[in-house]
T-cell receptor
């Protein structure tokens, strides 16, 4: 069975440019998470979806970050405009509903903002 | 003070040694305790989770939770060079709650 798929794996952009990340969760997983991970730190939750609904986006910087999960499967996370401090690894994870203790992660997208 | 504290290491041990990795926490409401392994340039991989207190064993790995001390451990027996990675602990108050993460401990197993 395929795991969580993310693309691109690496992205280098100049500050003020837009960038988008894509995630395809494990089949059957209704819950999808976007995290940001800085070097030497644990993942930080940005947003959690239950099907199409964003149920926890309290830590998403809404002035520049947006996300969507159309049809309750794939999801896209966007940053516009990017800032130098956005350089990090962006991780997508998925789980069955009500099983946040059993999350499965994709390989992440490493973003460098210059 | 962070909710979950984890020594960043690195922890370097010889192959075959028993490894002990630990996290402490401050929130007594935590019920689920997870250990993830993360290789360089990869996403975290769930090793095991424990609900409430007690021990859980899976092959060479044993997870231990002591809620009275707010302390969790992961033991790795017969450590292998392939175990070299960063180990992250995570905790949550319930089955549908946000995970609170430690910063991870970098483990190096020397051949």
């Amino acid at each position: 069975e395929a795991g969580v798929v993310q693309s691109p794996r690496y992205k280098i952009i100049e500050k003020k440019q837009p960038v988008a990340f894509w995630c395809n969760p494990i089949s059957g997983h209704n819950t999808l998470y976007w995290y940001r991970q800085n070097l030497g730190q644990g993942p930080e939750l940005l947003i959690r979806y239950e099907n199409e609904e964003a149920v926890d986006d309290s830590q998403l910087p809404k002035d520049r970050f947006s996300a969507e999960r159309l049809k309750g499967v794939d999801s896209t996370l966007k940053i516009q405009p990017a800032e130098l401090g956005d350089s990090a690894v962006y991780l997508c994870a998925s789980s069955f509903s009500g099983s946040s203790y059993e999350q499965y992660f994709g390989p992440g997208t490493r973003l460098t903002v210059t | 003070q962070k909710e979950v504290e984890q020594d960043p290491g690195p922890l370097s041990v010889p192959e075959g040694a028993i490894v002990s990795l630990n996290c402490t926490y401050s929130n007594s409401a935590f019920q689920y305790f997870m250990w993830y392994r993360q290789y360089s340039r990869k996403g975290p991989e769930l090793l095991m989770y424990t609900y409430s207190s007690g021990n859980k064993e899976d092959g060479r790995f044993t997870a231990q939770v002591d809620k009275s001390s707010k302390y969790i451990s992961l033991f790795i027996r017969d450590s292998q060079p392939s175990d070299s990675a960063t180990y992250l602990c995570a905790m949550s108050e319930g089955s549908n709650y946000q995970l609170i993460w430690g910063a991870g401990t970098k483990l190096i197993i020397k051949p």
